[in-house]
């Protein structure tokens, strides 16, 4: 273990002390403090700072002291308190840490608009060089707009995305202000931030684009057909249905266990819902599963299919639509969930606990009787 070498010295001020006729400030730096400032080998400041000159008045000193002193902590907060650093800081945090595994993963992806290049002082740097306190609204509806621009010359629609990475950095920013003190700011530069406007889908899936889309999901992989029904018949979201255990399919139907603040309930059963139930459990058949248990979507040992295994599933039946000349008819699972609303009688089906939720979601274009 190295001991810190005790310096002595005159005055009434740590670290202060005089050297070679000079009063000097000589600070010993912790482990983090020396990845952004300079130190010997006992970890003291090198070189130290001037404060004076032995004899001149203590007042003097101790003003010249303390602005050494807000020096040092502007040089550290300069080099550390950048869009990057905070954003590392906050993905090895524990409030990051318990996010589920969904989350963690789909925040590496939204990181790189770190990446994005600009211009700091006139240099080539990218936002993760550019410090907290130089960031505001404006600049990040400019990088939020060449983001956008770059996404849609790609072929893309890019709008969610640009909103979920400003979205992103902003939870980091609000992260920051709340367990950093250190940080130079208190509160988040872009709280009221106005995101892009997003269109939301209003698409209602026929039965026949329903029918087409099904029946050409049962050439690509086995779960796929029971994934599109169960997500259709209970209305979850794809990842509720994947959460679904066997233990949840009762008597009286199967439990469900929703997200996003809307409630948890259970869907009768129905002959449809039966025969979805069974083409799932079909699949446990030809599986060495392990786990007493299982998903009732799931891998050979009984756990849980990745979300990540149906996005590749669903891109690759999307191929097979394009390829059959359905690319207008394509749907994704999200708007599955859609249809299962629209299409109950029971518009509370999917836990929604508002009704514009429930509106946003029922997509069939209401029939009316004129006056009479």
């Not at 872009?190 to 026949?208: N, P, Q, S, W």
Request: proline share 5%.
């Amino acid at each position: 273990m190295t001991r810190k070498r005790k310096i002595s010295t005159k005055y009434p001020i740590k670290y202060v002390h005089e050297s070679n006729g000079r009063i000097v400030f000589r600070p010993y730096l912790s482990t983090r403090m020396r990845e952004d400032l300079p130190t010997d080998k006992n970890g003291f400041l090198k070189p130290p700072i001037a404060l004076g000159k032995v004899g001149d008045d203590p007042d003097d000193i101790y003003r010249a002291y303390l602005s050494a002193k807000e020096s040092i902590d502007k040089q550290q907060g300069m080099k550390r308190n950048t869009i990057g650093w905070i954003i590392q800081e906050y993905m090895e945090s524990r409030l990051f840490r318990e996010l589920d595994v969904s989350s963690q993963k789909r925040a590496q992806n939204l990181r790189r608009i770190i990446d994005h290049p600009i211009k700091i002082n006139g240099k080539n740097a990218t936002l993760s060089d550019l410090h907290i306190t130089n960031l505001s609204k404006p600049i990040m509806h400019k990088i939020a707009e060449k983001r956008l621009s770059d996404y849609q010359a790609a072929g893309k629609k890019g709008v969610v995305q640009v909103n979920r990475e400003t979205t992103f950095i902003s939870t980091a920013l609000s992260w920051a202000t709340n367990y950093m003190p250190e940080v130079g700011i208190a509160i988040n530069p872009l709280r009221g931030y106005k995101k892009l406007k997003e269109t939301a889908c209003g698409r209602y899936v026929t039965d026949e684009e329903y029918a087409q889309q099904y029946e050409l999901a049962g050439q690509i992989r086995p779960y796929l057909q029971p994934m599109i029904e169960l997500t259709y018949l209970l209305a979850t979201r794809g990842v509720e249905t994947l959460d679904i255990r066997l233990s949840d399919c009762t008597n009286e139907g199967i439990r469900t266990y929703r997200r996003k603040g809307s409630k948890d309930n259970i869907i009768e059963w129905s002959d449809r819902l039966r025969d979805a139930y069974n083409l799932a459990l079909a699949l446990h058949k030809s599986y060495a599963i392990t786990l007493p248990d299982p998903h009732l979507l799931c891998k050979p040992d009984g756990s849980a299919l990745a979300k990540s295994t149906i996005n590749a599933a669903f891109q690759e039946l999307k191929r097979k639509m394009e390829q059959q000349g359905l690319q207008n008819a394509y749907w994704s699972l999200h708007m599955v969930k859609a249809k299962g609303i629209s299409d109950s009688q029971d518009k509370h089906i999917a836990g929604h606990v508002t009704e514009a939720m429930r509106q946003r979601y029922d997509r069939k274009v209401p029939i009316r009787k004129p006056a009479k």
